[in-house]
């Protein structure tokens, strides 16, 4: 597997039970915590071999630390950070490599294993299959907004709760269920990613505005004029392939395109198994949402948002 089709990570295959899926990313400090840091950082390496339906088993440390101008310990608090997500992985932490940089940055590169027959993708979605997402939106904007001590600090608890929590647990409830296709929403927003997942016009999917969870504070700090860097590229990244209907207020389509850190699943299934799995997942404490539907395609149009 390869870059055709822009998956959450590469895949190559051993042999016909094994195949080996590979990531790497690394993030710009959301939050002065180091440790807090470290978490979040691991959690969206750790995310894109979920993605693929896959177990992470090592992960390489990627860090770039301005060692001239903050200590040693946070560098420390960093690391003990992604140590403590990459054991409840069940991964092992086996080396890395570090720079000076002037800026802090951290993340993992990523090995995991999966089998070469239920590997995840984010094309595959069919006509009928129903949109099921994990987590909320909006950790974007309240990153931002923190900076300018406009969030509460119990709306940036639950934020970084979220961005820390790692994907494993959807992965391992859904490997029960017929998975057509999956990404997790990260950089892009929601929109970004749910376009690739149309496969280039093959499919169309149909959003639920009104249906799309969201993080406490977060639209209130798009309606005070908080935005991010990211919203705009990502706006023009989907404006040609999208549909949306005018009941569709200006900060839902804010919200649809907010980047997120450490995101969660957006996944297509059949109709008939997406009740089961939604009770599945609700029953292993996975907050679930669902917020559409998987339409045939006209090659043009590969996003349809509505309000209801």
């Not at 494993?168 to 017929?178: H, K, S």
Request: aromatic share 4%; proline share 5%.
């Amino acid at each position: 597997m390869g870059f055709e089709t822009s998956d959450d990570a590469g895949v190559y295959r051993l042999d016909g039970e094994r195949a080996l899926v590979n990531t790497a990313d690394f993030i710009t400090p959301p939050v002065d915590d180091g440790e807090i840091f470290g978490k979040v950082a691991a959690a969206n390496s750790l995310s894109d071999i979920y993605a693929m339906g896959g177990r992470p088993l090592t992960c390489l440390n990627l860090v770039a630390f301005p060692s001239d101008k903050l200590p040693e310990e946070i560098l420390h608090d960093i690391i003990r950070g992604a140590a403590i997500k990459i054991a409840e992985a069940g991964a092992q932490l086996v080396g890395g490599h570090t720079i000076m940089d002037e800026e802090p940055k951290f993340g993992l590169a990523v090995t995991g294993i999966v089998h070469p027959e239920r590997i995840w993708r984010n094309v595959g979605a069919r006509p009928g299959d129903i949109l099921l997402m994990t987590k909320k939106l909006g950790s974007g904007v309240l990153f931002n907004a923190n900076l300018k001590g406009k969030v509460s600090q119990s709306a940036m608890q639950a934020c970084l709760e979220q961005a820390s929590e790692l994907n494993r647990v959807p992965c391992e409830v859904l490997q029960d269920f017929p998975v057509h296709a999956c990404t997790d929403i990260t950089g892009f927003g929601l929109a970004g990613h749910a376009m690739e997942m149309s496969n280039q016009g093959e499919v169309c999917l149909r959003i639920h505005a009104g249906r799309v969870p969201v993080l406490a504070e977060a639209r209130e700090m798009y309606e005070a004029g908080v935005s991010t860097g990211s919203n705009g590229p990502n706006r023009l990244l989907v404006q040609s392939w999208w549909k949306v209907e005018d009941s569709v207020d200006r900060i839902d389509r804010e919200l649809l395109v907010d980047p997120l850190t450490s995101g969660g699943l957006l996944v297509a299934l059949p109709e008939g198994a997406a009740e089961e799995a939604e009770k599945a997942l609700r029953e292993a404490d996975v907050p679930v949402s669902r917020i559409g539907q998987v339409l045939a395609g006209d090659g043009k149009k590969r996003l349809e948002i509505v309000r209801g």
